[in-house]
C-alpha cells in the first residue's frame, strides 16, 4: 500500500475508484427502497385483480373500484431521479475505466523496459565476469588468492547495484494487478448500471401507463364496461410488470455483491507483498 500511495496519480484514481463504488452502494440502497415501494403499492392493484371476473357482483366492483383508486393516489416509487443518477454514475465509471486502462498500459510497458534492460543487464553482467576473471588471471598469475577473489569481488559488487533497479519490476507489478481488478470493477459495475438504468426507465413508464389508464377509469363513474376492461389489461400486463420488477431487483443484489467482491479484491491486492522474479 505504501508503494502504491507514493504515487499520486494512482493514489487518485484508486481513491476515484473507491469514491464511485460507495455512491453505486448507495444508489442501489435507494433502488431496494423503491423496489420494497413498489410491491407494497402493487398489492392494491393484486387485490382488484383477485376481486374482478368475468361475473362480478357489484359490490366486487366497487371494492376494485376503492383498491385502483388507492393505488392512483399513491407516488411513483421510481419518479426521482435524484436518488438514481446513472447517467452521471455510468459517466464516472466510464472516465474511471479508462483512466484504470491507460493507467495499466503505462505500467505493462514500464514493466517490458524493466525487463529488457534486466536481460540485458545480465548478459552485460556475465562478460564483466568474464573480462574481470581475465584480468584476475593476468594480474595475479602468480597469487591463488586473487584467481579465486576476483570474480566474486566483481559479480557481487554489480549484483548489488543492480539490486534496487530489478526490485522495481516487483513493484510495477504489484500496481499493475491492482489496475486490472480495479478495471474489471468498473467494467462489470458500469455495465451492471447501465442495464438498471433501463429497467428502472421501463418499470416507471408502466406504472405511470397503469395509472393512467385507471384514472380514465374511474373518471368514468358510471360505465361499468370500463373498469372490467382495466382489470383485463392490467391482469395482461400483470406477470411481465413482475418479471421486469423481479429482474431489476436481481441485478441490484448482484451488483451490490460485485461492488463488495472487487474492492475487497482491491484491497488485497494492496496488502499483497511484492514478489520479485
Avoid at 138 to 146: F, K, S, Y
Avoid at 236 to 252: A, I, N, P, Y
Wanted: hydrophobic share 40%; glycine share 4%; charged share 25%.
Amino acid at each position: 500500500m505504501s508503494k502504491f500511495s507514493k504515487n499520486s496519480k494512482l493514489k487518485g484514481l484508486l481513491h476515484n475508484y473507491f469514491s464511485i463504488s460507495a455512491e453505486a452502494s448507495i444508489i442501489c440502497s435507494h433502488l431496494l427502497e423503491s423496489i420494497n415501494k413498489v410491491h407494497s403499492n402493487y398489492k392494491f392493484i393484486q387485490r382488484a385483480l383477485d376481486t374482478v371476473g368475468e361475473h362480478s357482483f357489484p359490490n366486487h366492483l366497487t371494492f376494485a373500484s376503492n383498491e385502483l383508486r388507492s393505488y392512483n393516489l399513491l407516488h411513483n416509487p421510481f419518479s426521482n431521479p435524484n436518488k438514481y443518477d446513472f447517467k452521471l454514475i455510468n459517466d464516472r465509471y466510464s472516465w474511471v475505466l479508462h483512466h484504470l486502462k491507460t493507467r495499466r498500459k503505462n505500467i505493462a510497458r514500464k514493466i517490458k523496459i524493466v525487463n529488457c534492460c534486466k536481460h540485458a543487464t545480465g548478459a552485460c553482467l556475465t562478460v564483466a565476469c568474464g573480462a574481470a576473471t581475465t584480468l584476475a588471471i593476468i594480474v595475479a598469475a602468480h597469487t591463488l588468492v586473487g584467481l579465486l577473489l576476483g570474480p566474486a569481488i566483481v559479480s557481487l559488487s554489480m549484483k548489488q547495484k543492480l539490486k534496487f533497479r530489478f526490485l522495481r519490476s516487483g513493484v510495477l507489478r504489484k500496481v499493475g494487478k491492482q489496475l486490472d481488478v480495479a478495471a474489471k470493477g468498473a467494467y462489470i459495475l458500469n455495465r451492471d448500471f447501465d442495464t438498471m438504468g433501463r429497467l428502472v426507465a421501463r418499470l416507471y413508464d408502466d406504472i405511470e401507463d397503469s395509472k393512467a389508464m385507471i384514472k380514465f377509469c374511474l373518471d368514468r363513474k358510471d360505465d361499468r364496461f370500463p373498469l372490467q376492461e382495466v382489470v383485463k389489461e392490467l391482469r395482461k400486463s400483470d406477470t411481465g410488470f413482475k418479471k421486469k420488477l423481479e429482474d431489476l431487483e436481481e441485478h441490484v443484489y448482484l451488483c451490490l455483491v460485485t461492488i463488495n467482491r472487487a474492492r475487497a479484491l482491491v484491497i488485497k491486492e494492496m496488502m499483497a507483498p511484492c514478489v520479485e522474479s
